[in-house]
């Protein structure tokens, strides 16, 4: 379904936690990338073709909303499909994240359930 | 901050921490009276909210309390892991707290923000704030601490 994912998170914990939540909801097979802030992962899209992008919103450096909008003027990422993985401590609301093309939100701390239903879903 | 908001803020505050100890730790956590000797850390972490109230929430942890949710929520031996492993797994809890909370006071609606977690040495690196309310809490069987301060 997705061959190559990325997380983008400043937390390894979370970033360890939402990979094996997406192992367990049946993407054991994809292979996963890893960055800590909307800087990173750009700079890895560079030279890098992903098939789902897993963002966090609150990072340093850039965060998640300004690296999604990046994301959609790139003509390599325009169309990847992105979630958002957040403890909804953003001021931005889920429809403004839906309208930069986020498939959808999914709220901390993650379940396999969680992810297997939003994976149904998308 | 009047009475009723004060219990409606703790109230939350007290089912975020069962909530995400529980989903992030498999910790089953419960708000106590306060132990009668006084607990000992080493360093304390904490967040701000911005809204829908402003305020802070300071997370006091000893040691044992530390290495039963590190151990939990990494699957592995407390000596195998890292200080950043730990540090960050805590940060990361009460980052979920915080968000659990104030998403809860905010009805689910968007607004709520939250700062990024730090780690500190010493309460007085704080700006001193006059309005704070200690929960005291046991975590199957061990003994720790929240602080909720601001102008909820």
Redesign the interface.
């Known amino acids: 379904m997705y061959s190559t994912i990325l997380v983008v998170d400043d937390s390894a914990t979370s970033r360890m936690i939402i990979k094996k939540c997406f192992q367990m909801a049946g993407l054991e097979d994809s292979s996963f990338l890893e960055a800590e802030d909307g800087l990173k992962a750009a700079a890895m899209l560079q030279d890098q073709k992903v098939d789902l992008i897993l963002t966090d919103l609150k990072m340093p450096k850039m965060d998640g909303v300004t690296f999604i909008k990046k994301l959609r003027v790139w003509p390599t990422t325009k169309d990847t499909p992105v979630i958002v993985i957040s403890s909804m401590g953003s001021d931005v609301s889920e429809v403004d994240l839906k309208a930069h093309g986020v498939i959808c939100v999914l709220k901390k701390p993650l379940s396999p359930e969680s992810v297997a239903r939003a994976l149904e879903d998308g | 901050m009047d009475r009723q908001s004060d219990e409606r803020w703790i109230g939350a505050l007290v089912e975020a921490a069962q909530k995400?100890f529980a989903?992030?730790a498999f910790i089953d956590v419960n708000p106590t009276e306060p132990p009668s000797e006084p607990l000992t850390f080493s360093h304390v972490i904490s967040i701000e909210?911005r809204?829908p109230g402003t305020g802070r929430i300071l997370l006091f942890l000893p040691q044992e309390v530390k290495k039963m949710v590190a151990e939990n929520?990494?699957g592995r031996d407390w000596k195998s892991l890292r200080s950043?492993?730990i540090d960050?797994?805590l940060?990361?809890l009460l980052?979920?707290l915080?968000?659990?909370m104030?998403?809860s006071l905010g009805g689910g609606q968007?607004?709520?923000?939250?700062?990024?977690p730090e780690l500190l040495f010493s309460v007085a690196d704080l700006p001193a704030e006059s309005d704070c309310d200690d929960v005291h809490f046991d975590a199957e069987g061990l003994p720790f601490k929240a602080t909720l301060c601001g102008n909820q």
């Open positions: 995400t989903d992030m909210f809204t929520i990494y950043e492993e960050d797994c940060l990361e980052n979920v915080a968000g659990n104030v998403d968007a607004g709520p923000t939250i700062s990024l």
